[in-house]
Structure formats: structure tokens, C-alpha cells
């Protein structure tokens, strides 16, 4: 293998897709495994990820008059039974806390002691738990709209873990609203859709859809879910974030009500939102190569790695020298509004080792500085977003403008790549024999190949969608919002269609 | 009652302390119990200061060194069982995950079902689930020092719950890390105590006492234990933080081993340190008064509640103009490199029903704009920590530079006093007969009135330290780091003892 073709990641994606992705997450020491079931453990880099996506997201929720508060992590189960599809939905898998302390059997074993007695669930989302506080808040029409979001710890029992994508417990934001009227819920339902589909777009640099999900793919319980779906580099379909038009189901379940401008009681509506730390798994199948992790700058813990390179005390001295100086400089600067953090690495290794390390990590840009640069009053600066062997010669002095006008231009690469390759992969199929075959892998060796998305017609039967799921393991990914009505036929049944769907299969 | 003696909580600290402390909490709107065991819901005024606890306090931690990353809910039961003295602290509180479903049964009644082969203990600390990932992470001397963080939701079945002092939920981060030498992690758990005392003085505005704990208030499994200690306005002693050196007690629990410099393997020395929601009710308990929550402006979500009066549209159009103004210019000024934070509260209420709003949630300043204050070109401002009644009338282009140095003269202010009042209520003593009267209810019908702290000495048995519990509920609170040594005689039994320790009632 010749250095040119040399990648850091075994296998490539091409290989096998699913053990790539772990490659990734282990290459650039973002999260493992632990022995609790289903659980991971996120690793500074991989925290750090979170951090940002929680301070931008926050912002956009502040800015949105929304604000922060907390609620029990316990449900009681009486509250759970109060919305039946919501129950339904959820006993299948949660994890049941049924004593409050151990105690040491005849043997001295510890067992499980002082039986509660009502079970509490842990909570699998808070819609019941948030709603008995709401019922208690909300009394007045003046009382309202109740903005509120929490970010919280989730557990549910969930039988297929994947890190990020799928695990017991995961980390999210969601958020619960009360509304006077159905319009203004439908209307919050809809801006936050909104506020996600920017954030994932501007930050994530994912390019998404939004749409409304169908009857069968609806949170338990909510009256309306809307969603924003993005493609992953095997062409699958990952949904990044929900948002529910709940209607008055939980304001009924809880007893939210409040006296209106005509003076009588009424139920409220309500509204709620989530996306999680699957947005790391999103962003490492969209953008990641098969050299590690590829990090779009803004969402990124440090923006820059200075690598100094040395071989005795009088060079390192010099080249020290303007690593702390160009460290320093790069630090004071913005790039998009975002404070540029840089990595000074002076580990014991070879500047190749410490090249990649940076590159398994995603890093942005790598500043490589040696002796001879110096001399030519210059330094070598890698990107991320191509080829590890390309350098670019920038003179000292032009290295802050290189990195503020970069940086920005890498995110919007990013995105455009990946926005491509979405498009490449995306057709409109009128036929079903040609759905049929656009869906079905190609050989028996390379299962995960398929076609990508499908824009196709269907009537609306939930039977019909059923009976392709079965097929074929696609589903519909969402009723898009932003696309045309057309008359069409049910690529299913050949019934009539008023409009295409988005088919896919998905994580 | 005439104006000047009007008080917006009640009963008074001297009435009800205890009584006093959830009516500020409810007047302030910070939190409320939930119908979940000993849970509280913490409410958007509380979780804002909570949220900036974190902000300045995270701050702290990153520029120590530390990294923040997470680490499962759930502890299985074999590693608590590890650390024999850990296990033994925390098994008579904690809830128990003992199944990972629900069923319906016979009569249609949800039960627990899906038995975990081993129960699964939601954490009430730390240590043993993060170790586990430290005996993976931690190689050789140079993976060393480790140096994480972990800002989680703890749960323990407390029996006796008090919103924010005692929780069955709450709120903390958790520090832990690794090093080298016994050294090391001496050092570390110094600093991080270090780190607690300047946020407790610095943005609390809590004068604080570091110290070692006594072998009986260690935290289980510690070989030391140190905290920081305040005093609330009852005299009672709350613990505000604590910072242990673990020894190599839990790196032989959880099998963290490194290859030192001489290439052979041994286990690492660790340390732990946390702070909690609690901080908010010391916040409470320090400097609230009879009218409602005092915070500290570097603390508070807020510092400036502006206050337009009117009586018709065109009054309107000035004061808001006005009101719009300043709010603006406030919001463009940093205090202490905090940025200054407005709320325009322009509903429809009396202005003495918007100021005793403000008053009652700690709002550090409140400026009135009338139409008379717009003729005169200034406003009234009034400052939390004097009385309700005094306004100071300040000329319109003077507004942003008084509130720029009168914020910090507030936070100053504050924790002078009550230093101050720690101070007054501090007393050596050196007789039992006096040190029992000091320690004793005054008369029957005041229960919680006490004498403060007593800097009294104790020979180090303890005996001496459980009789005195017994009698009087007293307990040593800490051996202060930064007190003179001193010979001197056991206040309960008269033996030598070479250092005054600090006895307290306390939280």
C-alpha cells in the first residue's frame, strides 16, 4: 500500500460500514462501552462534542423565550397508566426501581430490601412527570405560554445497543410546552422543528429533511410528530430530532387546565421536543472518512493543532518560541462568532504520530512548525477536510487570517459534501418493480448496500406501509413539509396519492 | 404594622427559621416538592442560579486541568461491593433497578417483570463505575495525573428531605482522578478544596472554613476527607462541599494499575471531590432576610429588574422609550466580567406589586421610571441589600456607571456581612460546664436557638466526640487547615490535645 492510499481506519467504510463506525469512535477516543448493560461511557472528546451542541442549542432555546428547570428522574408508575398509548408505548422496555436499599441475606449476600410500594420508573421521557408540575403552574390563561426545557439522563431498555445511536441510557435535551390555543401549539410545534433543522444544518454542518412522521412512526401518544431525517454515508436514514404536537392527550392525562378569556376551565395544549446524543453518531456517519473522524469547525472542542517540531535544545527553543506566539495570536480571534481554541502538542512522538492522532480526531487544522520553517518565515498547514499528505506553505504573519477565512470555509464544505452526496443518492421512483430493486442489496456479501432515498407516492394506508417494511426493512422516513402536492400513485397499491414520501431504511 | 416594619415572608427568621427557609424557597419561586419521595422539582428562577454555579465553577475545573466526560446511571451491585467500608455507608440508602419491563397481569394491573440477573443501584457517587473505566484508561505513570469530572444527577434514599439541603435527587458534579504518587493526590484534593473555598467567597459570597474531617464524618471509603464549612443565619453549621484522598483504597477496588518509572506495576492513588445543589440552599440560608432571597449579583440570574410606571399612552410611549434604553445600554456592561443582565418588567400590576415581586427573588437592583423621573431626566434605584423602602434618585446618564460599581460593592457587601456575623457568633471556649450552656436551647419554645460555632479543643478520641453528640447534637464540624497549633486540654475529658477543632450544630 502506498502512502497515498495509506487510511488510519480498519475497515473503510466500504468494507463494512457498521464496523467502521465503531473504528471511528474508538480511533478518535470519543466513547466505550461499559459493563452495565447497554450503557456507555462518553470520553472527554466525545463529551466534549456534547458540550457545544448543549451551549448552542441552549442559546437557540433562550433566544426562543424558552427556559431550563428540572424534574425527578423517578416516574411513579400511576402517573405512566394515566395516557394508554403513552404506557404502551414505553413498558416494554424501562428500567424498574422497586427497593430503596440492600441488605445481607443469611449468607451475607446483599439483596435488594424495603420494597416500595408503587414501583417508580426511570424516566424513558418526562411528559407525565413534567405534566404533574404543569397541572400545579398553570391556572390562568395569563399563565401561558409555559416555555420550559430540561436537560436530562434517559434510560430505556433498549435490546440492540450501538454507541451514540441506540444505548440503555443516553443524554438529551427536551422540551414541554403549554399553549392557550391549538394554533400556538401547532406553531411551537413547528419552530422547534425549525430551530433544530438550522441548528443540525449551521452546526452540525447535517444536512436535513423535516417532515411529518406517519400514524405507525409517532411518539406514543402525541396527536402530531414532526421529525428531521438526514442521510448517513451508507445512504440510511437517521433521524436527528422530534418534535410533537401532543394535542390536549397529556393536558387531559395530567390535568393541565386553565381558566380562558371567557372565564371557564379548559384543558390546555401541549407541545414536545428532544434530540439527543445520537446527534454525535449523525455527525460522525455523515461526515467521518476513512481516516477517523471529520469534525465540521463549529461543532468542534479545539479548532487547531500546533505541532512543534524539534531536535535539540536551541531549535526547540526558536520553535517554541512561535508555537506559544501563533497559540496565543490564534486564541484572540472568532471565526462565525466562535472563539478559536487551539492544542499545543509536545508529546515525546514523532510529528507523523502526532499528525494522526489529530486526524483520528477530526481536528480542523494542523499547524506543523519546524526549524527550516522558521527560517523561511513560514509554516505548514493541514486541513481536515482534505488529503493528509496536501500541505499549504502560509507565511507567519498570514496564519490568523488563514485560519479565520478557513475555518468558516471548511464548515460550509462540509455541509456542501454532504448535501451532495444526499442529492446523488436521492431519486423520484414511480415504479414498484423499480422500488423493489432500488432497495434490494445487490450481492449477499455486501448487505448494507441500498439504494438511498426514495421520493414514491403512497395512498396512505398503513397496511401498505407495512407490508414494504416487511419487504424490504424500509420505511417512511417522513411526509416531507417543503415539497409540492402531485397526484400520483400509491407505489404500493396503486391507489391515489396527493403526495410523494421520503422511503428509507433507517437506524 | 406600619411600612417600615412590613416584611414579605413569614413567619421571620427569629419566628421559625426552618419554616422561614421554605417560604423564601416558595417565594422566590426556586423549587417545590414533587409527588416522587423526597424529590424536588427545581423551577426556572433556581435551576438559573444552579446553572450558573456550573458555568463559573466548570470554568474553574478547566483551568486546573480537568476534563469533564460521563459515566452510567447504574452501578451493578458486585461493584459496590468492592470498597467494604463504601458499601456499608451507602446500602441503607439507595434505590434499587431490580427489572427492565413492564407486564400486565391477570387483572390487567402493570407489573414489574423482566428480573435483572444482578440489581443495578442508581449511583449515589461515583467511584466504583468511573474506577472501572480508570483500570482501563490508566497504563503507565505517563497516562497519569487523569484528571475528570462529571456533572450528574445522584440519588439517596434520604429519609428526611429538605428542598435543596436534602434530596432524595440532586444535582452535583463529582470530581475523581488519578495520579501517580501519594503526593500527588494529596496536592489534588488540597487544590480542589482550595478551588470550592474561592467559588464559596468569590461568587457566593459564603465565608467558608476549610477543614479535615474527624474518622467519623469521613466520607466511606476515604482515608481523608476535607470540606468547606458555613455558617447559616441560625448558627448551624452546613457543609458546603468536600474533597477526599481515596488512598489506594478504591484504585485495589476497582484495579486501577499503572507501570511506574521503573517498569513495574502498582496501583494509583485517586481522589474525589463534589459539590451539590445544596450550595443553593446555603445561598438561601446565608443571606436571605425577612423579605425574601438576597443573591449575591454574581450569582443571580439577573441583576437589574427595570420597573415602568404609566398611567396613559403617551406617559407610555416616553417611559418605555426610556425603559428600552437603558436596558439596552445596562446590557451592553460587563461587572467583575460579568455580563449585566436586565428584566423589563412591564405587566400589568401595581409598580409595588413589581418591586416586592423582584424583592421576594433576590433581584440585586430595581430601577422605577416614572413620568416625573423622566421630566427631573433621572430614575429611583433601590438595592436589595437595604431596606425596601430607600430609593436613590440618579441622574439618567449616571445610571450605567452606578450600577457598574454598585453590583460589586453588593457582592462585597454581602459576604462582609456575613463574615461578620460568623464572626459575632464564634467563641473559644474552654470549660464544658460552659460549652454545654453555650450548646443548649435557651428556653422550650425556641428549640433552634444555639450559641454558633466553638473553637474548643478535643483530644482526638472518639468517645469524647460521640458523647457530646449524644448530648447535644453537636458534632466537630472540621479541624480547621489553617489554625494555629495550641496545647490545650479535651473539652469533654481533659486529656492533652495539641489543636482547637470547630463543634457545631449543623445540617
Same mark, same amino acid.
Given at each position: 500500500m502506498n502512502k497515498a492510499e495509506r487510511?488510519?481506519?480498519?475497515?473503510k467504510r466500504e468494507e463494512n460500514y457498521s464496523e467502521w463506525y465503531q473504528q471511528v469512535i474508538k480511533a478518535a477516543d470519543l466513547a466505550e462501552n461499559s459493563e452495565v448493560r447497554g450503557c456507555m461511557v462518553i470520553k472527554p472528546w466525545g463529551f466534549a462534542i456534547w458540550e457545544n451542541i448543549k451551549t448552542y442549542l441552549d442559546r437557540m432555546f433562550k433566544e426562543t423565550g424558552h427556559q431550563n428547570a428540572y424534574f425527578p428522574i423517578f416516574i411513579p408508575l400511576h402517573y405512566f397508566e394515566k395516557e394508554a398509548e403513552h404506557i404502551e408505548g414505553f413498558a416494554k422496555e424501562c428500567a424498574v426501581v422497586t427497593h430503596s436499599r440492600l441488605e445481607a441475606d443469611e449468607q451475607g449476600k446483599l439483596k435488594p430490601a424495603g420494597e416500595l410500594t408503587e414501583p417508580y420508573i426511570? #424516566?424513558?421521557?418526562s411528559e407525565t412527570i413534567i405534566g404533574a408540575s404543569f397541572a400545579r403552574w398553570v !391556572?390562568?390563561? #395569563? %399563565? *401561558?405560554p409555559l416555555l420550559i426545557n430540561q436537560w436530562a439522563n434517559i434510560v430505556r431498555w433498549e435490546m440492540r445497543t450501538r454507541l451514540? *445511536?441506540? +444505548?440503555t441510557e443516553f443524554l438529551w435535551q427536551e422540551g414541554h410546552t403549554v399553549h392557550e390555543t391549538e394554533e400556538d401549539a401547532r406553531l411551537e410545534t413547528l419552530r422547534m422543528l425549525d430551530v433544530y433543522a438550522k441548528f443540525a444544518e449551521e452546526y452540525l454542518a447535517i444536512p436535513v429533511i423535516k417532515g411529518a412522521k406517519t400514524e405507525s412512526e =409517532?411518539?406514543?401518544?402525541? @396527536?402530531d410528530t414532526y421529525c428531521i431525517e438526514a442521510m448517513m454515508q451508507d445512504k440510511k436514514a437517521l433521524q436527528c430530532g422530534t418534535s410533537h404536537f401532543l394535542g390536549q392527550n397529556f393536558a387531559r392525562a395530567s390535568n393541565i387546565r386553565f381558566q380562558n378569556r371567557e372565564g371557564e376551565f379548559q384543558y390546555a395544549w401541549t407541545t414536545s421536543w428532544g434530540v439527543s446524543t445520537r446527534l454525535i453518531g449523525a455527525l460522525i456517519m455523515t461526515h467521518s472518512d476513512d481516516n477517523g473522524l471529520v469534525l465540521p469547525p463549529k461543532i468542534a472542542p479545539a479548532h487547531i493543532a500546533i505541532i512543534p517540531i524539534y531536535r535539540n535544545d536551541e531549535e526547540k527553543d526558536k520553535v517554541m518560541t512561535l508555537a506559544h506566539k501563533l497559540s496565543n495570536e490564534l486564541r484572540q480571534v472568532n471565526f462565525d462568532g466562535i472563539p478559536i481554541l487551539t492544542e499545543l502538542d509536545n508529546r515525546d512522538l514523532t510529528s507523523s504520530e502526532r499528525n494522526w492522532y489529530w486526524i483520528k480526531k477530526g481536528m480542523p487544522l494542523r499547524i506543523e512548525i519546524g526549524p527550516r520553517d522558521i527560517s523561511s518565515n513560514s509554516v505548514m498547514i493541514s486541513r481536515r %477536510?482534505? !488529503?493528509?499528505k496536501d500541505k499549504h506553505r502560509i507565511m507567519i504573519e498570514e496564519v490568523v487570517d488563514y485560519c479565520k477565512t478557513t475555518l468558516p470555509e471548511m464548515q460550509k464544505n462540509i455541509f456542501l459534501k454532504a448535501k451532495d452526496f444526499r442529492e446523488q443518492n436521492t431519486v423520484k421512483i414511480d415504479s414498484k418493480e423499480e422500488f423493489y430493486r432500488y432497495f434490494t442489496p445487490k450481492n449477499e456479501e455486501e448487505p448494507e448496500i441500498h439504494g438511498g432515498f426514495a421520493h414514491s407516492h403512497w395512498c396512505g394506508n398503513p397496511l401498505c406501509e407495512e407490508k414494504i417494511k416487511e419487504d *424490504? =426493512? @424500509? +420505511?417512511?422516513r417522513c411526509i416531507p413539509l417543503e415539497s409540492e402536492k402531485e397526484e400520483g400513485k400509491c407505489i404500493y397499491c396503486g391507489q391515489p396519492s396527493s403526495q410523494r414520501v421520503i422511503f428509507a431504511k433507517a437506524y
Open positions: 487510511t488510519a481506519i480498519e475497515p426511570v #424516566r424513558p421521557t !391556572n390562568s390563561y #395569563r %399563565d *401561558l451514540f *445511536l441506540r +444505548t =409517532k411518539f406514543p401518544g402525541a @396527536v %477536510d482534505e !488529503n493528509p *424490504l =426493512k @424500509v +420505511t417512511i
